[in-house]
């Protein structure tokens, strides 16, 4: 079993990779700080290796529910008028947004 | 129903050298024809209005829920056991990943527990592929590019419709099992068939709800190896699939032999270049953080239902082929055209109503395309029949067979009305007088007492007659000719 | 300075009683709290909006719908409030979050339908900790709400606006949701009855996602039979929701006077002493004098262990993060709320969401993305998902021998405002108490009994077994019973 715990518990490398991951722009104080924080957090997380959890299932839904499914039957839509009239930017009834580098 | 076969344009096809072999796998994603998308009541219907097929489900607003599509999860159990796959308790998954067009910025699907796994197809040649999983998922939206020629990487800004949003996919992910560009095609193709044969899906490529993305890579033949591959996107017909791949694994080839490698990547195929290009960078190498999803229940289907399920799948392609052959006395492959168009049931009846079953299969390959479904298998195996029996000659039939279409009238109508008449009586006993005095010993086996030798001759003598009419001569009254002379 | 008066106009019971008799208008009673709002609000700030002209004009058609015979509602002219993490159509809705400012939803959460349905009048959206996250209602964009005894205290959280509007008097009952304790705490802190149903008893259709598989709607109020009427209106299954129980409803008023005799009421060990460090000794005391006095009405009251409930903060702070991250994605400036600008999308996104996105809110995604990626998942989430189920089963075997446990709601009274801003995870120490029965899915409430040494509130968590909630309430109703 991987034992984390010799290792620091998150280095500001690994930060700055998550920020990018989660598509957020953290200033340099903002990674020095998160690598603190999140590094306490995630120490403590190792606690989780004290218990054995060999063969142990996980809870993905605590209700234990399965197929719930639905008629394939239409309904109807929402109001496009409604809709985007909440967006940032609309041109033709559809959703603007800056170009998508990176593409061709 | 008839329906078309994307064959695209006949375009060049690079051979590769035989000192190279190809390593391919396809992933394959079909629309699935439900009436709604797959987590939510909108309508799932193509070329509405932007923006009007949408609710806060498919839209990924806050605070909505997703509620899964019984019928989608039964097209989709369907076409995996019609894959030979085993279907397996599944957990849809989160894939983690931003891009505008997908409403949460996670694309629902399948990771570990797919529905259907392992199964595998043949393609008409006999050849098998291995399925590694075909596993549900949903769409994305349609983005529109603006500005610039036309690329995304000029566009100026992008249009989203989110009509498609959420519209339940069957994703089939070929093992690298393809060796050819043409098995390449075949499996496309054999899928295709099947998916229409189960009218889980109208697999238009054209309309993109049939898509095909090739991972090609390359390797000395006789090697075992696996090279770097690349994914070819965009690709939008049944021919493109052969071009893209060979172009591709050409690129690669060249590469190699001028002691570079190709670097692993996402590639478009460019139709009118005929050529693949550089796809999204990976930069933001992907990590997809996937994790069961926790809005959404386990799917467990019940013995029953895959019980059901079995017993409710049609005769598919390979066993039409099959069925075909023997029926017509042909070879499975000969079948093929008629098979993926849709028409087997149609040849069956034809032939199962008298008409000869070489002539049915030429007709239906080559005079009947599209025509299928504006006259019955009755009226078809009619005309068919007049032309074995000598009423009507290869070139009439087929005039006949085109006014039928249009009219829906029958063979001897048509026919008569075109003035196709068989010969009349007496230039045909000017001919038989000739011919008897030709052939004076076959006459005498005719005429004599042996039952078995006067068929045989009674052949020789017609034969002969609709050699000399080019088919024109009516056979019955060549056959009371005969015996009236006897 | 307080300004604590809950129930400031009656209960929520007793005002349906008198709007649906014709003794009192719904109008009246709007306007009742409508006025006390204006005169607290400034003090108190438990809420980002309030509905006030939406408010009189449901007032005015309950008070019609009566005068023209028709059935009056179960909650008929109840003021109720109403946590900004769950959809009002047409009516902002920002969980607290710059992200999402000025957002009307183009629909409604299926709670305040069937609230609505029943002849209640949402007077308002209460401030929350951004996206839920937090434990004091300070990690709100809009600034920090108050708690009603004490200006000078927090509410707790991250349901603050919500149980400080009843502590007020602003509505005799409110909306929380409860991913972590976020019901339970701000309630035992502002003194009122608040409810975490069974997870899958309400629907979360509408409620703006945290931790998906953790979430659980339930209602505040000042007496635990209110809690059950609330609890009775709003829970039932949901087509929209597929992980709603399939159940109806359940009786939970059913039991209400039944008593506790001969029950079997178990303190949870780890919580009632020093396996779990931290829980303040009026508080532990507070639940002694609970289980006594349930002890002195018939219950036999013992300890039972349920070990690995410690694990709980450490796998709660995994799972809830994950699913966070993954929730949290969609706000990305491009259908609705914040748009900062970018020359492409990436950039845009990355933009909108920073500006968006308060410390905290950053905070968790971080994490739930690290929890999640490659390489950490097994060691983070995975893990975590197994402790869950660990947890399930050692309450399972509890209640094998207990119809229900007793624990302390939050380890302390309310603190200053400001006292846990600094260090993240003092603050997430708040909810240890609380956070086991979210990631087992069991039922939980804190009922109020008493006050600490500071003379502030001070709630006696009850928890249930899975779908346990008439056995709970019944439980809750003989300790509010005993303590007043
Ligand atoms: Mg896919
Ligand atoms: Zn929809």
């Avoid at chain 2, 607003?61 to 019928?71: E, I, R, Y």
């Avoid at chain 2, 590694?132 to 939206?141: C, M, P």
């Avoid at chain 2, 390959?365 to 000598?390: S, Y």
């Avoid at chain 3, 309630?187 to 996602?209: E, Q």
Wanted: aromatic share 6%; with cysteine; glycine share 10%.
């Amino acid at each position: 079993m991987a034992e984390p715990d010799s290792q620091p518990a998150l280095s500001r490398d690994e930060v700055a990779h998550v920020a990018k991951l989660a598509l957020l722009d953290l200033t340099e104080e903002e990674i020095d700080l998160f690598t603190v924080q999140l590094g306490s957090v995630i120490e403590t997380a190792h606690d989780m290796n004290n218990l054995d959890l060999e063969g142990v299932q996980p809870t993905h839904h605590p209700l234990g529910l399965t197929n719930v499914v639905r008629e394939d039957v239409v309904r109807p839509s929402i109001d496009r008028a409604e809709v985007l009239s909440q967006a940032p930017d609309v041109e033709d009834d559809r959703f603007k947004v800056p170009p998508a580098l990176g593409e061709d | 129903m008839y329906t078309t076969v994307d064959r695209g344009p006949d375009v060049h096809e690079p051979s590769i050298p035989d000192e190279w072999e190809l390593v391919v796998g396809l992933e394959v994603h079909v629309e699935l024809s439900t009436n709604t998308k797959l987590f939510c009541g909108c309508a799932n219907a193509f070329g509405a209005e932007p923006n009007t097929n949408v609710c806060p489900t498919c839209l990924g607003l806050p605070g909505s829920l997703p509620v899964m599509n019984g019928a989608a999860i039964e097209s989709a159990m369907r076409l995996g056991r019609a894959l030979n796959c085993t279907v397996s308790p599944s957990i849809m998954a989160r894939k983690n990943y931003t891009y505008p067009d997908m409403p949460k910025d996670f694309q629902t699907s399948q990771y570990d527990q797919p529905t259907n796994h392992d199964g595998w197809l043949d393609t008409p040649e006999g050849v098998r592929i291995n399925i590694e999983r075909a596993h549900i998922e949903e769409d994305t939206g349609k983005s529109t590019h603006v500005g610039g020629d036309g690329r995304i990487s000029s566009a100026q800004y992008s249009l989203i419709d989110y009509n498609r949003a959420g519209v339940p996919l069957l994703e089939i992910v070929s093992c690298p099992d393809i060796r050819t560009a043409d098995e390449a095609k075949a499996y496309v193709s054999e899928l295709r068939g099947i998916v229409l044969a189960l009218g889980v899906s109208d697999a238009k490529m054209e309309e993109g709800s049939m898509r095909v993305d090739a991972n090609v890579s390359v390797r000395p033949r006789g090697s075992d190896e696996l090279r770097t591959r690349c994914e070819i996107k965009n690709i939008n017909s049944i021919s493109s699939v052969g071009r893209a791949i060979a172009h591709e694994a050409n690129r690669h080839i060249d590469l190699y032999e001028t002691g570079e490698r190709p670097i692993q990547e996402t590639r478009h195929w460019d139709e009118e270049a005929g050529r693949t290009r550089p796809g999204r960078s990976k930069e933001n190498d992907e990590d997809y953080r996937y994790f069961p999803e926790p809005d959404l229940t386990p799917l467990v289907p019940t013995a029953a239902e895959l019980e059901a399920i079995d017993a409710s799948l049609p005769e598919l392609p390979g066993a039409q082929r099959a069925a075909l052959a023997e029926a017509a006395g042909i070879e499975p492959t000969e079948a093929s055209l008629i098979v993926e168009r849709g028409d087997a049931g149609f040849a069956l009846d034809a032939i199962a109503a008298g008409g000869d079953g070489a002539r049915v299969v030429v007709h239906l390959n080559n005079n009947l395309a599209g025509g299928v479904g504006k006259l019955t298998a009755e009226l078809f195996a009619g005309l068919v029949n007049m032309e074995t029996a000598g009423e009507l000659s290869s070139t009439q039939t087929k005039e006949v067979l085109a006014e039928m279409v249009e009219t829906g009238g029958t063979a001897a109508d048509i026919a008569a009305a075109k003035g196709f008449e068989a010969m009349g009586t007496g230039e045909l006993d000017g001919m038989l007088d000739e011919l008897i005095a030709n052939h004076p010993d076959e006459w005498a086996r005719f005429a004599g007492d042996d039952e078995g030798e006067s068929k045989k001759m009674a052949g020789f003598f017609t034969g002969q007659i609709m050699k000399a009419t080019k088919g024109q001569a009516d056979g019955k009254v060549v056959a009371q000719l005969l015996n009236s002379r006897k | 300075m307080s300004v604590a008066k809950p129930a400031a106009f009656g209960d929520a019971t007793a005002i349906a009683a008198l709007v649906a008799s014709g003794d009192r208008t719904a109008a009246a009673v709007v306007d009742d709290h409508l006025a006390r709002i204006a005169e607290h609000e400034g003090d108190v700030h438990a809420f980002n909006l309030v509905m006030a002209d939406d408010a009189r004009s449901a007032a005015a058609a309950v008070d019609e719908a009566i005068a023209a015979g028709e059935t009056p509602g179960r909650l008929a002219g109840v003021p109720v409030a109403i946590k900004d993490n769950m959809c009002t159509r047409g009516v902002p809705t920002t969980c607290s979050s710059k992200i999402l400012e000025g957002w009307e939803p183009p629909y409604t959460a299926t709670v305040v339908d069937r609230l609505v349905a029943e002849g209640a009048i949402p007077v308002g959206k209460t401030n929350l900790d951004e996206f839920a996250m937090g434990s004091s209602t300070e990690n709100s964009a809009f600034g920090a709400t108050k708690n009603p005894y004490d200006l000078d205290k927090v509410p707790g959280g991250s349901s603050g606006g919500s149980a400080a509007a009843v502590a007020a008097g602003f509505a005799p009952a409110s909306l929380g949701s409860d991913t972590g304790g976020s019901i339970r705490q701000p309630a035992s802190l502002c003194g009122v009855v608040g409810v975490k149903p069974t997870y899958g008893a309400v629907s979360r259709y509408g409620l703006i996602a945290f931790g998906s598989s953790l979430d659980q709607i339930g209602p505040f109020t000042t007496t635990v039979g209110d809690a059950a009427l609330l609890y009775e209106v709003i829970a039932g299954d949901d087509p929209l929701d597929s992980t709603a129980s399939p159940q109806p409803a359940l009786p939970v008023s059913s039991k209400l006077d039944a008593g506790v005799d001969g029950l079997r009421v178990g303190i949870i060990t780890e919580m009632a002493g020093d396996v779990i460090e931290g829980i303040s000794g009026d508080v532990l005391a507070r639940l002694r004098a609970a289980a006594d006095a349930l002890a002195a009405a018939g219950a036999v009251v013992d300890e039972v262990s349920v070990p690995s409930t410690v694990y709980g903060l450490p796998a709660y702070y995994m799972v809830a993060p994950a699913e966070a991250s993954s929730n949290l994605a969609r706000f990305d400036g491009v259908r609705y709320g914040l748009r900062a600008d970018g020359t492409n999308t990436a950039a845009m996104n990355m933009a909108s969401r920073t500006a968006g996105f308060g410390p905290e809110v950053k905070r968790r995604i971080m994490l739930g993305t690290y929890a999640l990626s490659a390489g950490y998942r097994d060691a983070f989430y995975g893990k975590a998902q197994q402790i869950r189920t660990k947890i399930t089963e050692d309450f399972d075997s509890a209640y094998e021998n207990f119809d229900v446990l007793l624990s302390p709601a939050s380890p302390s009274t309310a603190f200053a405002l400001g006292d846990k801003t600094a260090d993240p995870l003092t603050m997430y120490l708040n909810d240890v108490c609380t956070i086991p029965s979210n990631l087992s899915g069991h039922p939980a409430m804190s009922v109020p009994f008493g006050v600490g040494d500071d003379g502030l509130p001070i709630g006696v968590q009850v928890l249930a077994p899975m779908l346990g909630e008439v056995v709970m309430f019944q439980v809750a109703a003989e300790l509010e019973r005993a303590g007043a």
